[in-house]
């Protein structure tokens, strides 16, 4: 049985939905796969909303992802070892190449071309590697979202993961959502200046974008202190995007009013959350930390790893205390929902519509 | 998924039924919540009858419970702070007075006054709060069941408590079952001439009450060894009572029918067991055993804590590892029924009864 | 809930099916019980095709298997006593004979002879003892499989077992296959030149059953180091029969074609694979490697011992990542079917046939 199944199926979409952790997931997306480094001849498995797929490269170095399952006996192929660009099954020697294609099977006289086991398209933009888990057809490499801060050499990040029990949905509203930051982070992020100043909210397709400008107010600590401008007045100019359901962005402009003599006046931070659901109730999170000064500054690389760190270990602990919550309650609860929601119920709303549009609802 | 939902929904009554750890709980009914000592002003959570409890105590001491789980983002309020008597959600810090209504919410220019969560009954009677789950327009404090020997100086207590694996339907069979005791407590309670004694079974509404006389006849251990007449004759007398879903008291009485000049001739036991289901195969068990003699011999304390526990935990295993067969085997049992098991009989009745009546059946 | 029904109820039978994990379990058959140096005065318990089995010897030394579960009130029977002959319960002491009869119930005034345990036939054939767990008037002792080389002096055994998280289907069909030797045990079994030997399959019935002669080739190490003939030609005659879903031998007749002077020229292996579901998802596996010679050979028997341990070793690793595979991904998959596949799927459409007489079908 699925651990999916936990999960009451069949799900019924209705109009007018929002979606939660127990809508299936959106497919037709590209996901991370992991890190450019974890990926290598040593054959990787992971769970990739859910199903197990194998990750490995070819001699040449490109990425390769098939289904962690042998077509023959379901014999896990990560289990298996590859013999040049040829991936052979640990259980009869089945061979594959890396478009997934059966060139050999030993214990057969002829080699049984029509068998073959599932590739999902992989495209690596350093140092992460993206993967298509939904119809192969629409996989269409120009919907890769950007981001190339995180290797442009201009741009300095720090970076860390976690593995969570909780589901994307709640971790994107989490990420749309300021109006936690006094609570659940009061020692790193969050000024009661900025959590007044007023939120622009828009969607433009499936992306939501909300953005706040706050002038001429004393910078928060997480990036006061690395630019070394804690004395000063700011304006802050920040955006956060629900760019897909793979990944959130939070840029942040910090001007500072007064610069002194030889000084830069503009310091950015790009903020980059990417998110693969593992299953419905349980995500593989990737963040990274970016800013476009003090490149070089160990010191101010581990002031922002470690803020960086205790902040979304907050948000990880509250998610999965929610999560735990909501699945092992004996009474079913509809949350409120209140006006600073209204960026999580867009995105909710359209994590909805792709889900049902993939299943083959019209709403 | 609820954790209930092991249990195979939903439940159809019929008429002529015991209940069994598949019947759903009775809720109308006080349960203890904790020890007064338990609930402070740190805030804690307990699983109870299935839904998740946050309790605390106000700056003037009274008991609270609540839903663990915020109305807006089911956040566990329990992980949350106090200021005051204020509850704030550690998430976004959603405010509630004790009586579950919003008073704030900080992201919101006006208060969403028709936000709340929901609280339940609690009533102190120390060292006990007790918690009424079920229909709060039901929650008479009149229906506390007595225990005033547990806090009455002229009585001396000892206690402990367990979590266990076990469901409240078998825990009260096994507290009105006393045919167990040479086989399951040899070292301890029973002896053969009381097992043999005559059993008068009556029912009083809800409450099942067994008692024996057992007159002129050696003392068990349990009793003669701390009362220190191990070698005298006595009169037991012994009442056990199911006085409901949620406790149950054993009283017993040793006459010593030629007591030592200047010492007493009776002395009393009170045990009082009380039963929270957590879920419907989960319980918390707290028990007392109560004397009105020696109230300041340690050896006596010591002595009465080592044999209860020594016996409860006797049953503690018996319970859990028959819900374990029970619940793993394959093949369905329908358990035999015997004479002596009519008390226990008579208490699944009403449970039975009682849990159909708040389901809306009339059986 | 039972944890078979982690398998979806209720099975369908179809016509032209083959067995797999989801199948019922065959029950009427022989299957091993246990070890008989395991079974003893002192009660165990065992779980056997998803029922709790609780087993011990009559002071005469006979094996008896009992339901561990007592039929007043669930309790585990294993975690009673034995009084001479009879059984008695640790809760209530209610007594049992060995045909499962209730003769005693301390708490009547009367034995209540209607009262019994299901008890299940057992045939002890040393070193084994077997057990029905069907239709008991279908046990007939002159199915149990023939295992006289185990107790035979003129015959050396090495044995052992595993617990595994595998199925008897997947068990069988790894047994039943020789394409996987150089894969799956690249160190130990399983020559080229075998490899590509000619198989004959034939079907007696329920049985399956492979051979194969390998004429004037060099031994494979595991027979020919132990025989000490490594630098010798031999004739390697092998038979692999699927005899019940208890059983799996496997047989090798090594043919030394020159033997040294004063030497024998015929090396016999006798190989028996004994498999008990304890439920649809995991099994107990005892094997035996017995042997012709050298039977007082420590370094034979220590040899053969580590081979063996280290081959099933990784035959256990196999079936366990294959169940983990199948149970937990999200898409079903229809493996892939071979030529060399043939014996297994004859014996995975006998437990299918079987399986569905057992539940009334007709296919």
Same mark, same amino acid.
Not at 45 to 66: F, H, M, N
């Given at each position: ?56 490269? #070819? @001699? ?86 950007? #981001? ?17 029990? !909780? ?8 990420? @749309? ?19 007044? !100043?007023? *939120? ?57 009013? $007064? ?12 903020? #980059? ?16 930390? !970016?800013?476009?000064?003090? @490149? ?16 979304? *270990? ?31 119920? *867009? ?9 049902? $549009? ?6």
């Amino acid at each position: 049985m699925s651990e999916l199944m936990e999960i009451e199926p069949p799900f019924v979409f209705e109009s007018g939905g929002f979606a939660d952790h127990t809508t299936p997931l959106v497919r037709d997306c590209w996901y991370i796969a992991g890190r450019s480094g974890e990926i290598s001849r040593n054959i990787i498995s992971r769970r990739l909303l859910g199903v197990d797929v194998a990750l490995y490269r #070819t @001699l040449a170095g490109e990425p390769i992802a098939v289904r962690n399952r042998c077509p023959h006996r379901s014999f896990p192929l990560a289990k298996g070892k590859l013999v040049g660009d040829i991936l052979v099954c640990g259980y009869h020697g089945m061979q594959f190449d890396p478009s997934g294609h059966c060139v050999n099977m030993p214990s057969m006289p002829i080699v049984p071309t029509n068998a073959s086991v599932r590739t999902f398209p992989v495209v690596e933009r350093a140092p992460l590697v993206w993967i298509w888990m939904g119809d192969p057809d629409k996989a269409d490499e120009a919907l890769v979202p950007g #981001t190339h801060w995180l290797s442009d050499p201009l741009w300095k990040s720090v970076t860390g993961d976690f593995h969570m029990q !909780s589901d994307y949905v709640s971790m994107h509203e989490n990420l @749309l959502d300021q109006t936690h930051f006094p609570f659940l982070h009061p020692g790193t992020v969050g000024t009661p200046e900025y959590a007044r !100043s007023k *939120l622009n909210v828009r969607e433009e397709g499936d992306v939501v974008i909300i953005d706040r400008a706050l002038r001429n107010s004393a910078p928060p600590g997480i990036y006061g202190i690395p630019a070394g401008i804690m004395d000063k007045k700011v304006d802050r100019l920040s955006e956060a995007r629900f760019a897909s359901p793979a990944i959130h962005t939070a840029f942040a402009k910090i001007i500072d009013l $007064a610069p002194d003599a030889g000084k830069q006046a503009e310091y950015r931070f790009n903020i #980059t959350h990417l998110i693969t659901p593992e299953t419905q109730t349980s995500i593989h999170y990737w963040w990274f930390n !970016s800013r476009n000064f003090k @490149l070089d500054d160990a010191d101010a690389d581990q002031f922002l790893s470690d803020a960086s760190t205790q902040a979304y *270990l907050e948000d990880v602990d509250a998610l999965q205390w929610i999560l735990e919550v909501v699945r092992k309650d004996h009474e079913k609860q509809f949350d409120l929902n209140f006006a600073p929601d209204k960026p999580a119920l *867009l995105m909710r709303r359209s994590l909805y519509h792709r889900a049902a $549009a993939e299943a083959g609802y019209r709403l």
